[in-house]
């Protein structure tokens, strides 16, 4: 029942990542069934992931749901954690110079104030 293979579990793993980043309706439904035939080997995880998240909170935690309000790019409860997520998806890796994590946190705040100015003048 255990996923053996580290590159089962990447499979898994994105594929689950691919089901959370559905921009649409559509598509999520493409990635759900993505899921299962990817969750084949493990019939009972996938009906756990089915009917305990996707179905009761997909519109709490999917893209294709969660963009349909205005959030400013705020998607946790924490404005530190949100920010520090954001960083990281940028660097990429925690193994990198000053001056390149300085010059992305830059590039990364006026991208942010760019959106939240674009958006203030829509409201």
């Not at 935690?61 to 954001?86: C, D, I, P, Q, Y």
Request: aromatic share 12%; net charge positive.
């Amino acid at each position: 029942m255990l996923v053996n293979s580290v590159d089962a579990w990447d499979v898994v793993l994105q594929a689950w990542e691919n089901v959370m980043d559905c921009e649409d309706e559509l598509k999520f439904k493409e990635c759900v069934h993505r899921l299962q035939v990817v969750c084949q080997p493990w019939p009972v995880f996938f009906e756990y992931v089915n009917d305990s998240w996707i179905i009761p909170y997909k519109k709490f935690f999917v893209k294709a749901w969660t963009n349909k309000v205005m959030h400013l790019g705020n998607t946790t409860s924490n404005r530190v954690e949100s920010a520090h997520w954001s960083l990281k998806k940028v660097l990429g890796s925690s193994r990198e110079t000053f001056v390149r994590v300085r010059m992305e946190f830059t590039t990364l705040l006026s991208c942010n104030t760019t959106k939240l100015r674009r958006l203030l003048k829509e409201v």
